[in-house]
């Protein structure tokens, strides 16, 4: 399926001569179908080296169902032509990383990177600006809403010589831009590509990413999802979104479906017509029916006959992973299949999981690695659905469930003596995880030792 397709290499040959070439790309074109021949013939580059692409996922308008196509990963050559490079006044800021949310330390959060495109040197703060409101739209969705002090957001500037992206208003519009953000990618509006390797030089700029978003300086609505991108930073995947049209956030949020909550699309192409494979890994597709689902104790059984905050209850809908038939979803309609929506109750248990594999459910600015003196105080931090509780050499001490702040001695370590240690340790009692597999990931603990 399409968003399981890694990065490809499409090779075509180097040595060839000239006319050569201009065989084998018609070929290529005739084999790879109707995204390439939709491609300008502008944007198909030549064929002089392996040319890496990726499958992005995009949307027509604001509440329509995904589709896919490839692109290429670098920047198209009539987008490369206008690119010149920066004077030495706009390079001095270039790659400026401001915090827009400072929950804690990276160990400990999930980081989100905001990288702007179509931002002069003077429009930084425009920048800023627009990061600040589009994670506020973003994380206004549940279950983000509920987990907002999990989150750091780093916003890293790319200085563009031009002001707006390539393709706004117009397809014929080239933009000289730090990362070669277009509309009209493939021939296709609403898709708005970036240049993939330039996005990863800019992130690796924040102290951490697992999360990446480019905001194109655009109000026109688009966006992507590179849900096939792997980088050396650490992040899956990045989503592409246009920072002034007011429903471009709910792709992104559609994308943190995939790369957090590893949820496959609940949409249908009819072309697809009945899937005859085995039991897909996805936790939210699948070929069984409820009560096969129910007898066998699996995939999200646990939810079924819930009242799902999408709406209606949790059941197997028939279509789902590209399939409209032989494949279920959980709803009849949630974010996973339509913008605007909520995440169903399978989806959100496996956001909450997927929040958790980057952050622990106990923070603290005491470094593990740190003695304390009986007297030191300790603080850390949880969210709301979690409970804290201390212990000392392994017991604890139930008088301090729940405390935030504590010293060794307020917890009763002795005066005299060595190697004691104290430990917090805070579970998320939400019952929004069922699953004990995932329930494992919201148990975190911390000890520090000490001083006689
Ligand atoms: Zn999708």
Redesign the pocket.
């Known amino acids: 399926m399409p ?1 399981r397709v890694r990065a490809r290499f499409r090779t075509t040959a180097i040595t060839v001569g000239v006319a050569a070439v201009a065989v084998l790309t018609g070929t290529a074109t005739a084999a790879t179908g109707a995204s390439d021949q939709r491609r300008s013939a502008a944007e198909r580059r030549p064929a002089v080296a392996a040319e890496r692409t990726h499958e992005v ?1 995009y949307f027509t308008g604001p509440n329509g169902h ?1 589709r896919h196509t490839t692109v290429p990963a670098a920047t198209p050559e009539r987008i490369a032509r206008a690119q010149h490079p920066l004077s030495p006044a706009e390079r001095a800021g270039d790659g400026d990383v401001t915090p827009i949310v400072e929950s804690g330390s990276t160990a400990d959060k999930v980081d989100v990177v905001v990288i702007g495109d179509g931002y002069t040197a003077a429009q930084q703060g425009d920048f800023h600006a627009d990061a600040r409101s589009k994670w506020q739209q973003i994380s206004a969705v549940q279950p983000y809403a509920s987990y907002r002090e999990l989150f750091n957001v780093w916003a890293v500037d790319a200085v563009s010589n031009d002001s707006g992206v390539s393709g706004d208003p117009t397809q014929s519009v080239v933009k000289d831009t730090a990362l070669s953000s277009r509309f009209w990618c493939d021939g296709l509006e609403r898709l708005l590509c970036v240049d993939t390797d330039k996005v990863e030089s800019y992130a690796t700029k924040a102290p951490a990413a697992d999360l990446v978003i480019v905001l194109s300086n655009a109000a026109k609505y688009g966006g992507a ?1 590179y849900n096939d991108v792997t980088s050396r930073p650490g992040y899956d995947g990045i989503a592409t979104a246009s920072s002034d049209h007011p429903d471009s956030d709910q792709v992104a949020v ?1 994308e943190t479906g ?1 790369s957090l909550g590893k949820l496959a ?1 609940e949409y249908v192409y009819e072309e697809y017509g009945t899937y005859t494979g085995p039991e897909p890994a996805d936790s939210n597709i699948s070929t069984l029916s409820t009560s096969a689902m129910a007898a066998q104790r699996t995939k999200w059984y646990r939810w079924l006959g819930q009242q799902s905050p999408d709406g209606g209850s949790v059941g197997a809908y028939e279509g789902g992973g590209y399939y409209p038939r032989g494949l279920n979803r959980p709803t009849r309609n949630s974010i ?1 299949r339509t913008l605007g929506r909520e995440f169903n109750l399978p989806g959100r248990e496996a956001m909450i999981a997927g929040f958790y594999r980057h952050a622990s459910v106990l923070a603290s600015d005491t470094p593990a690695d740190k003695t304390l003196t009986r007297r030191e105080r300790v603080s850390v931090e949880v969210p709301a659905s979690a409970t804290v509780r201390w212990y000392v050499d392994g017991r604890e001490v139930r008088s301090a469930r729940g405390k935030l702040s504590v010293t060794p001695r307020s917890l009763g370590v002795p005066v005299f003596g060595h190697g004691h240690h104290i430990t917090a340790r805070a579970t998320d009692g939400t019952d929004a995880v069922r699953d004990p597999e995932l329930r494992n990931l919201l148990t975190d603990s911390r000890s520090w030792r000490v001083r006689g």
């Open positions: 968003r996922e995904g999802g559609h995939h699309d996973m």
